[in-house]
């Protein structure tokens, strides 16, 4: 079954520095590579994903993550971190099956 | 316009009642999910439906019972509520089975005391 793993429980940034939310999978067929954002008390939100074609996929809110199948990752990143990027994180993915399986989360702290 | 919907946003419960959580999304979309958040925020699939046909049905407790009376809605319903029970429910729907993203409703909370 497909799986993802993140690292990572806990990534303490400075605010304006480049982050990274690391992220790697295992699958049996192609990957589909999802990562989602979740604020306290909040459903997850959608921020990006990769299904084919480039390897650097650009989302939401001046976010991207770049698909590398060599080392089977997919890291979350931005140039400039905001406090406001303060949540908890999740990579998923699927592949030839029908659910969509989650990571154990990492929690970004940006301080000022 | 919520495009998905869940109630109740809270559930407080004895041990031992039966109880439903109710889910309503109006973005069309074809899959619809039920998910529980443990305490560590881990976040495991039970059900998934596909125009109201089940596709997913993890390993639960068959005390879980989820109800899709049409591709708009599925409900769930816990029978003998248990203290593992707590947890935040999430109702998630999607267009496509693999390569759409889930859009997540806002989570029930249940605490079963």
């Known amino acids: 079954a497909q799986s993802v793993a993140q690292p990572e429980d806990q990534v303490n940034v400075a605010e304006g520095n480049p982050l990274t939310v690391k992220c790697t999978y295992s699958v049996s067929g192609n990957p589909y590579l999802f990562w989602y954002v979740q604020y306290p008390n909040r459903g997850l939100q959608f921020l990006l994903k990769?299904?084919?074609?480039?390897?650097l996929v650009k989302g939401s809110y001046g976010f991207e993550a770049e698909f590398n199948k060599s080392q089977t990752s997919f890291h979350l990143k931005k140039p400039s971190a905001l406090v406001s990027d303060s949540a908890l994180y999740f990579c998923?993915?699927?592949?030839?099956?029908?659910?969509?399986?989650f990571g154990a989360g990492t929690r970004l702290t940006v301080k000022p | 316009d919520t495009a998905v919907s869940q109630t109740p946003k809270y559930l407080v419960t004895q041990m031992g009642n039966d109880k439903s959580i109710k889910c309503e999304q109006n973005l069309g979309h074809d899959t619809m999910y039920w998910y529980k958040q443990d305490s560590k925020k881990f976040l495991k699939i039970m059900f998934s439906y596909n125009n109201k046909e089940l596709i997913i049905n993890e390993t639960v407790p068959n005390r879980f019972s989820p109800k899709s009376p049409d591709k708009a809605h599925l409900n769930l319903h816990i029978n003998s509520l248990e203290l593992g029970d707590s947890a935040v429910y999430f109702c998630a729907s999607s267009q496509g089975v693999r390569t759409g993203e889930l859009f997540f409703g806002e989570g029930s909370r249940l605490t079963v005391l």
């Open positions: 998923a993915v699927t592949d030839n099956n029908n659910d969509m399986r």
């Open positions: 990769y299904i084919t074609g480039d390897n």
